[in-house]
């Protein structure tokens, strides 16, 4: 017999019982439905949470901080910047803690780390003509910012060569206000008809902004206190907005350049933020290190906690993540795995069933000339045949159960639950990639190829003679 007389006559069979067809397939079906629909949610979880832990920093980045764990030791007025102390009592303890230049050597020698950058911030006022705001300034080196995950919107990326240039966050030029104003000073962000956010009044790519390292500058003009003078700055570039705002109030500066105009501003103010006394530099707050391999990011974390250092990164919140979805799809796998076993006994019965309904068929095939490899493959293709079909429709199932888990009336809700990530782009609850259904089908088939060969061995055996006798 060719493979097109086998495949007719298989397709024959089945269709003749199509409600015995219908119900050994329904366990694949179901099968199937348990296991794409919850390894699709699996996937879409992950796939959220990877999204959200890259927008709220990025996976791939490894904070250190000084041993003590707390970030606001040593540091005056709770600002952040390089360790700097005029107490003698608390010296000795911050020396043995802090992070000196020669420990961001070390890590950079740490396997999986591609660069590294010290971190300073510090908080400061932008002035534009009549309109002023207060920010936060960021200051690493540059060849790590795009490593850092800031994207340039307008303008260009910094770098060293550019004087006192900075990157600006998408907020910022919208957070210039007029101080004189007798009204709140967000009463005209947006057009009281349409409700649409009116144009920024600053333009930091264009206009002229001084920085100043003292929010006060304004308001002691009279004071006998040495205050610090605004410098001129300029605007390179002006950073993508993201989804969670991450740098939308920030600015971003070169490393060395930043600590240079701090220093400038310590000294004309004659160290008032250290009670009149040059500081100590006992290092860095903190450090950041790119592993872009993510298997590596533990590994480094264990590295740096070994040299006496405290290492963040968002790899532990993912990690319990992937953990809680791997045992969502464990428990609903296992689900799935209880009903593609009954349904292969379920197939396995039915072509036993089918071997005892057709056995003058079988002999008679027998006779005129068919061998017993044709015969068993022909009862190998119907049972495949039937773990084919219920997987088969229990993907299409599936998308359309995908489909609708994606467009429910509360995603919106959920979104703010943090189920969802916001942004422009939807967020899907469900995803079922190309490969899923290629593994599904082929996975079905196996099933149903499986339990159809213990049938197809009975039939090869039985006699030709004594099946058209018994019949």
């Known amino acids: 017999m060719n493979r097109i007389d086998l495949i007719r006559m298989g397709l024959k069979n089945l269709f003749r019982r199509k409600l015995r067809t219908f119900l050994t397939t329904l366990g694949i079906i179901i099968g199937t439905i348990s296991i794409v629909v919850m390894i699709s949610i699996g996937l879409g979880m992950q796939i959220s949470m990877d999204k959200q832990l890259s927008n709220m920093g990025n996976i791939d980045i490894v904070e250190i901080y000084p041993s003590n764990g707390n970030s606001d030791n040593g540091f005056y007025g ?253 428990v609903f796998g296992g689900i799935g795995g209880i009903a593609l076993l009954v349904a292969a006994i379920g197939i396995t019965n039915t072509m036993v069933m089918a071997i005892y309904e057709r056995r003058k068929e079988i002999g008679v095939m027998k006779v005129i000339g068919a061998s017993i490899k044709d015969i068993k493959k022909l009862f190998l293709f119907e049972s495949a045949t039937l773990g084919l079909l219920g997987g088969l429709l229990g993907i299409i199932i599936s998308l359309i159960l995908s489909y609708a888990l994606n467009n429910l009336q509360n995603a919106k809700f959920m979104s703010y639950m943090g189920i969802y990530s916001r942004g422009e782009e939807q967020f899907q609850l469900s995803i079922i990639p190309p490969w899923l259904i290629i593994l599904a089908l082929v996975f079905t088939s196996f099933i149903g190829l499986v339990s159809g060969y213990l049938p197809a061995r009975k039939a090869m055996k039985l006699s030709a003679l004594e099946a058209i006798k018994t019949e």
């Open 78 to 330: 709770g600002m952040s910047m390089s360790i700097y102390s005029d107490n003698t009592s608390t010296t000795k303890e911050q020396e043995k803690n802090n992070i000196k230049e020669e420990d961001l050597a070390s890590f950079k020698q740490i396997k999986g780390v591609e660069n590294a950058t010290p971190i300073i911030e510090y908080d400061a006022s932008l002035t534009c003509k009549k309109y002023e705001t207060s920010c936060n300034i960021v200051g690493m080196n540059v060849d790590f910012m795009e490593l850092y995950g800031i994207e340039i919107d307008g303008g260009r990326m910094l770098t060293k060569d550019d004087k006192n240039g900075y990157i600006y966050g998408s907020e910022i030029p919208y957070r210039f206000y007029n101080p004189n104003q007798r009204f709140s000073r967000w009463d005209d962000d947006y057009d009281p008809i349409t409700g649409e956010r009116k144009p920024p009044k600053v333009n930091p790519l264009e206009d002229r902004i001084k920085l100043n390292f003292d929010r006060r500058y304004r308001y002691n003009n009279d004071s006998d206190e040495k205050m610090g003078r605004p410098i001129n700055v300029t605007a390179i570039g002006s950073i993508k907005k993201d989804d969670y705002w991450r740098f939308a109030d920030n600015i971003f500066m070169d490393f060395d350049q930043l600590s240079e105009l701090r220093d400038k501003y310590d000294k004309m103010t004659a160290y008032k933020a250290y009670d009149g006394r040059k500081p100590k530099d006992l290092g860095y707050e903190k450090v950041y290190l790119y592993v872009p391999k993510r298997s590596d990011v533990e590994n480094v974390q264990k590295e740096i906690e070994k040299l006496g250092f405290t290492a963040r990164s968002n790899i532990e919140m993912l990690n319990q993540t992937q953990s809680i979805t791997n045992t969502i799809k464990m």
